[in-house]
């Protein structure tokens, strides 16, 4: 109990009415928190008339009660949110109106992202070429190297290529060019500069479009003759002071998404081991492979719609002119083959029996 002093007559002391409008004034902000609502007093006049008997706080005001007790306990009913604060329910966009019939869902352009056009799709199509693609992906938080490395490829194009590029090292900007093919892949401006003479950075090779494009004289620039005469009778061992990583022929060659013409097919080095020919555009005469590059291990034609492969978005769908292309290469010409991918492609067994012909082992088929 509060003690309280009365003057005669039952009327309270100054000290008294205090602490009671204190009191209230208490319960009341203590309701406006769980409310969460702000208070609101409407003043009876422009200026408040304040006088020693009533200390500092105004003698005319209107103020909203507290409300019951019960609201101060815990209930399991929520306590509604007040008009200022509740938030009004999403109205759905309208539907589109066109004049005249409904046009197939195939011509209506949607605004949901390719999923050819993220960091996990092309982390699992660069899977079988570069099985270490995408780690950062599963490891969660990627190495102090490759956050300096992402950093300096955020520079612009410009700085980039004239102050970074030449004090970057074979093995650093291999690195950048794997990482930057799964995150954020490198346009022309950024990839072309970062190879050496011979086309490639430690034997490597990754473009990925629609952000890079394959140079169709490309690999005919590399592979024409020096005219240079004086030569080194014996060539440096590689991990010699004196070694030159432009030296390196061209072992893996990733091309994803992006366009390869016939022109430049033919003009592939025939030192490939590893090739990745994933989601292009248009076919190729995949049957003239054996031939360009006879030492392939690792090959990859998977998800390309001109083999029989559609998104899961269009539902599955057979192209038997794919399977001819596939019927017509010479699979006995690799015989250093291990891995063959097919991921999207239809599954057929004659193809299949075609690979394995003549080997002690069977080639990896990845479908």
Partial sequence: MR??????????????NVNDRLHTLRLYRHA???????????STSATSHRSPTTGTLPTDYTLI????????????TPIAESSSTRQEPRKKPPKPTWAGPTP?????LT?????HDTPEWRSNALSLVMPSAGCALQDGVPPLTLICLRALRSLPTSGFVEEIIPYLPPHLRCQMIRDSAVYSPLSDAQLYPLLESNGCVNGELVVVGPQATMHETHF???????????EPDEAPAWDSPSHDASQETLQMLAIISARLSVSTMLTLPPTLSHLALVHLPSPIPVHRLPLLCPLIVVLDLSYNGWLGYRSSDEGEFHNPEGIQMLERVDWKKWQHLKVLGL??????????????KGRWDDVETVW
């Fill in 3 to 16: 003690s309280s002093t009365s003057r005669p007559g039952g009327r309270q002391t100054p000290q008294t």
């Fill in 32 to 42: 406006q928190n769980l409310n969460k609502a702000r208070a609101y007093i409407a």
């Fill in 104 to 108: 197939p869902r195939s011509w209506v």
């Fill in 65 to 76: 009660l507290p409300p019951p007790l019960s609201t101060f306990f815990v209930t399991d």
């Fill in 111 to 115: 605004s949901s992202k390719d999923e």
């Fill in 343 to 356: 991921r999207g492609c239809m599954r057929s067994e004659s193809i299949l029996a075609a690979v394995n």
């Fill in 220 to 230: 005919r620039d590399i592979n024409k003759p020096s005219m240079d005469v004086d």
